[in-house]
């Protein structure tokens, strides 16, 4: 049972470059209030945050950079190479956490919650979780995102997914799991199959949006069924200059959300958007053409 009352509580976890944040945000396109822990982690240790001041205390000013931020790559070499300094630093960072997540639980709308956080079984949050999800992807796949994405080396790839507690006792904590070893499809197809099995609220998580007089431009969330039509209308606006397939935009689904802007039934318009730390920022804005921005831009 929840510790928050009227709420549904997803526990999401798996090692570093399983695929979590993917599986979060298809959870979200579903409906789900999606909370990042490990990026509420970083903001915990920005500077003016709680946990900056008790950080520079336990591991020194060195670990800042020029703007006396903490460096996390220089506190991550030392948190990952010794099991007893990267304990001290969590017992800064998992109190902190857990109060924000706390808070942002309390707050959210929707009554089904997924928290993603890489140390969920290791921290109080667990206790709070109706169901415990964890993504799983072979340990070389794992190398190779850490290899492209994150431009480490192998060898340092290898050495921060060995620092980790085993997979497989996230497994064994598993009411789901989800396999992130094939296509985009793939997963959603996983993720799609287990929402279906949890207990629905009265009313749905994303309602449609009120019905539109002839010409009436109107705002909705993109969902990965939109997948052929963002597509199409990318590629037709940008005159082919960006081809997208349904797949690049499934993929784009893993990282990103889309706001479409609706005209007779048609997209109009399409806003892409991401969360990094809290922040919310557009990286891709498209109009059909002749589009007033007045009518697109209220």
């Known amino acids: 049972m929840s510790r928050w009352p009227g709420k549904y509580v997803i526990g999401l976890t798996g090692n570093i470059a399983t695929g979590k944040s993917v599986v979060r945000k298809m959870l979200e396109h579903l409906g789900a209030y999606g909370i990042d822990a490990d990026a509420l982690a970083h903001r915990a240790m920005a500077k003016g945050a709680p946990g900056y001041p008790l950080i520079l205390k336990t591991f020194g000013e060195w670990i800042l950079d020029e703007d006396d931020q903490i460096d996390r790559q220089r506190l991550a070499k030392i948190a990952f190479s010794d099991p007893k300094a990267l304990e001290r630093l969590e017992s800064i960072v998992h109190p902190l956490v857990a109060h924000a997540v706390d808070l942002l639980i309390r ?47 192998e060898a340092a790839a290898r050495q921060r997914i060995a620092a980790q507690a085993p997979q497989a006792l996230k497994l064994r904590a598993a009411k789901v799991v989800i396999r992130n070893n094939g296509s985009f499809e793939n997963t959603w197809d996983q993720v799609q199959a287990a929402w279906a099995e949890l207990p629905q609220p009265e009313e749905p998580l994303l309602p449609e949006p009120p019905e539109a007089k002839p010409g009436q431009l109107i705002v909705r969330r993109g969902r990965p069924q939109d997948a052929d039509d963002i597509a199409r209308f990318i590629t037709h606006v940008t005159h082919g200059k960006k081809r997208m397939t349904r797949q690049d935009v499934m993929a784009a689904f893993g990282e990103k959300a889309f706001l479409l802007l609706l005209r007779d039934g048609e997209i109009a318009g399409i806003a892409g958007w991401q969360v ?18 007045d009518e697109a831009i209220p």
């Open 276 to 293: 990094e730390n809290l922040v919310t920022r557009i990286d891709e804005l498209y109009f059909v053409p002749g589009l007033a921005l």
């Open 107 to 153: 707050r959210a709308k929707q009554s089904i919650v997924v928290i993603e956080a890489i140390k969920l079984l290791e921290s109080e949050l667990v206790a709070g979780c109706d169901t415990i999800w964890v993504v799983d992807a072979p340990a070389e796949l794992q190398v190779a995102r850490l290899m492209h994405k994150r431009k480490m080396s």
